[in-house]
């Protein structure tokens, strides 16, 4: 496997973020109009798997992990990767998506093919590349996918541990949001966001399908801010996920000094967090 260097995460610029799931720069990006295409091709990889798990690789010691657990609940992995690895591991009946191909961005993250599900399969799990789940967890959230119907979604509600006063009052509520720690969604409810202007990516006031009429004030321009949305405006069936996140090697002190991929490696030991969740035998 080889690397590129890349830069820490906050230093990827607006014009060069056009594959992290920003509307703020895809809105009017000419790359819009490779869409369909691009999706046709992704949803040709996945002809005949019914439970596809995109397991996003910025770390490929990570990312096996990740297989290895989406295999052990009975999902189908479907590798995609950020432009600092060129050839992810791949274990056997994993699945290879280059969703940069038709594009060419100089980076794309886990969001941007979350946007366009309803283009190319009836339904996708997902996680962050960063999260490891127990066994216990991951086969509550296999029943849970398993289970989820054609316009459901189901996510993790992210809340501030603050006192219920605090959560509820106006000035914190606008950074509620379904959190793309780990998820799945279906077709029908891909569709519906993408029609009400409510997905996944970031500023989704920039979103061609947002209509402003609906909102008192301009919503935050966080990830899954647009999930919440869809729920709370559109009548969107979110099932929210009761799982630990104690697995999840969160990035925000280190984002400033070091790319993801390096955060994982010098700042979290995958060795440590496995063993913590009892996952010594998928190392």
Not at 44 to 70: A, M, S, T, Y
Not at 201 to 226: L, Q, T, V
Request: glycine fraction near 6%.
């Amino acid at each position: 496997m080889t690397k590129k260097v890349y830069k820490p995460m906050h230093l990827i610029n607006e014009r060069s973020g056009a594959g992290t799931g920003n509307w703020g720069v895809m809105r009017f990006h000419p790359a819009m109009k490779l869409i369909p295409k691009a999706a046709e091709n992704w949803g040709r990889k996945l002809e005949g798997i019914n439970k596809p798990w995109l397991c996003w690789c910025v770390n490929d010691r990570w990312c096996i992990l990740q297989q290895k657990l989406v295999k052990a609940v009975g999902w189908t992995p479907v590798v995609g990767k950020d432009e600092n690895i060129d050839n992810p591991t791949l274990l056997k009946d994993s699945v290879y998506i280059d969703f940069n191909k038709c594009f060419n961005f100089s980076k794309i993250y886990m969001h941007f093919p979350l946007e366009w599900v309803f283009l190319f399969a009836k339904k996708l799990a997902f996680w962050h590349s960063d999260l490891i789940l127990s066994i216990k967890d991951m086969k509550k959230c296999a029943e849970v996918f398993n289970n989820l119907q054609d316009g459901e979604t189901a996510a993790v509600e992210s809340k501030f541990r603050l006192f219920r006063y605090f959560w509820e009052h106006p000035k914190y509520r606008k950074y509620r949001r379904f959190f793309e720690v780990v998820g799945c969604t279906t077709k029908g409810a891909s569709k519906s966001q993408y029609e009400h202007g409510c997905g996944w990516w970031r500023h989704i006031y920039k979103h061609p399908n947002y209509n402003a009429n609906d909102f008192k004030r301009m919503p935050h321009s966080e990830h899954g801010i647009g999930i919440r949305y869809w729920k709370e405006k559109y009548g969107g069936n979110v099932i929210a996920l009761k799982i630990s996140l104690k697995g999840h090697a969160a990035a925000y002190k280190t984002r400033f000094i070091r790319s993801k991929e390096e955060d994982l490696e010098t700042t979290y030991s995958l060795e440590k967090i496995a063993n913590s969740l009892n996952l010594q035998q998928f190392l």
